[in-house]
């Protein structure tokens, strides 16, 4: 599947957690330092330690740590850094022994292809069980902090803050000194929802002031932000104006992690430091689960695939497609009579293409729908690519390839595409959202997302 294959801007992703190959020093600085550890079995550079030639948004790093090194002494020294280092150390053993440690009886243990390194994640998963805390600002009021949508295509942003705010979630610290990270609960969603006015000029300002406004607060009352300058704070975002709001704190946008649906990495999106967060479409706010799948024989359309006319690569998927042949069926709205989900239940390959923005609530639809994916988009990481190998159970065409569509997936053998296929019902527990949460499923894969980007840094306290 030469011509399917993951375009060169993933190799980034390619590298992490990926095996203990060749490590090219070039990309020597900040996220990719976990993966130099898992190489040779170093510890990654502390932050302060950069030199003028680390990369952009990290230069400011090492000039105002030094600053703030006195504050730093305030708070708990040393634990945290220890306990992450112990967990680098049993992630790498995990991967060279090839199985893993755990005092708990494992009852579910990743294997197979669609895992880029199986024993890596698995330990790292366990290592997170074992000591990741998160500490939630506690300042801040409803509606628009501590508080998300649970419904429609924005869900997860509400869920997932929630979630991480239950009392009885194991991952929540008691203290921020006993915290890895430090999460910032703001609601893009209900910040736009509430504050934005479509009609004042400059719409953007009140919008980011609030998230500014936030940032200040804690980075003034606590030692924590300033610290760190961010780098071990973290937002969770659906809405797709969260990359350019949350530049309403550089450090927010430069250092600290983002977790957002609108993962563009022609916008700034850093991989290995920000993270995709997967779009989960609840049209009522109703949990679901993935659909007891049909047989082969039962599939019947080649490719399907119904949405407005969003953004250019919508338009030049339904140019080429919209009404043109009865294998690949493109609507932009479903005619009457027709149901969205069924149509994929019967289909093998569901087209997922960018929208306005790249990310698509199809791409998690069709898994649980077991029809393999299509991801057609341009600088878009998938969601958890760090850990899944996508090319192992979806298919990427390039914009470029749009009117061959047809003869590339027909190109794949029967065979080829019940291996794909099965592939897709293996991966869907981590797509699927629960409250409370469960082990491996969507919120705690977002969760080891953030977990393994903690454990990319050492932090000089
Ligand atoms: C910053 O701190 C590091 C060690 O923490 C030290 O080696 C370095 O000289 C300091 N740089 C400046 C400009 O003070
Ligand atoms: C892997 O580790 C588990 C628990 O540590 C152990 O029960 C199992 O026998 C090991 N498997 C292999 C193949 O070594
Ligand atoms: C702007 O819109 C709001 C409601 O959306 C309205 O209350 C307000 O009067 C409008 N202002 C102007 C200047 O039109
Ligand atoms: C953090 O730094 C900012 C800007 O330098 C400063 O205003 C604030 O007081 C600092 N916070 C603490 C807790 O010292
Ligand atoms: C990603 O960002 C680039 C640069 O701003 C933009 O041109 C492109 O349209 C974005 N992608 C999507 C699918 O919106």
Known sequence: MANLSWNSSFMPLLLFLLSLAIFNHRHFYGFQ????????????????????????????????????????????????????????????????????????????????????NAYAFHQSYIEMEKRFKVWTYKEGEPPIIHEGPGASIYAIEGHFISEIEDEKNPFRAHHPDEAHVFFLPFSVVNIVQYVYKPNVSDYWKPLKRLIADYIGVISEKYPYWNRSLGVDHFMVSCHDWAPHLSDANLQLYR???????????????????????PEVHLPDGLLSQPVRHRSLAERTILAFFSG???????????????????????????????????????????LCPSGYEVASPRIVESIFMGCVPVIISVNYPPPFGDV???????????????????????????RRY????????????????????????????????????????????
């Open 255 to 277: 250092n600290s992690i983002r977790v957002i649906c609108n993962a563009n990495t022609s916008e700034g999106f850093k991989l290995g430091k920000d993270v995709t967060l």
């Open 33 to 116: 330092s976990f993966l130099l550890s898992l190489s040779n079995g170093r510890e990654p550079p502390f932050f302060s330690h950069f030199t003028s030639n680390s990369p952009p948004g990290h230069g400011d790093l090492q000039a105002s740590l030094n600053d703030t090194a006195k504050l730093s002494k305030r708070v708990k020294v040393g634990i945290i850094e220890e306990g992450l280092a112990r967990a680098r150390n049993a992630i790498r053993h995990a991967a060279i022994a090839r199985n893993y440690s755990s005092e708990k009886v494992e009852k579910f243990i990743p294997r197979g292809a669609v895992y880029r």
């Open 308 to 350: 407005g006319s969003h953004g250019y690569i919508r338009e030049i998927l339904l140019h080429h497609w919209k009404g043109k042949d009865h294998e690949i069926l493109a609507y932009e709205y479903l005619p009457k009579g027709l149901n969205y989900a069924e149509l994929m239940r019967k289909t093998k390959f569901c």
């Open 418 to 461: 019940r291996i794909l296929q099965s592939r897709v019902l293996q991966v869907q527990r981590h797509f699927v959202l629960n409250r409370p949460a469960k082990r491996f499923d969507v919120i705690h894969m977002v969760l080891h997302s953030i977990w393994l980007r903690r454990l990319n840094v050492r932090l000089s306290y």
């Open 388 to 414: 899944l190998d996508w090319s192992k159970f979806s298919v990427q065409i390039p914009v470029e390839k749009i009117p061959e569509i047809k003869t590339l997936l027909k190109g794949i053998s029967e």
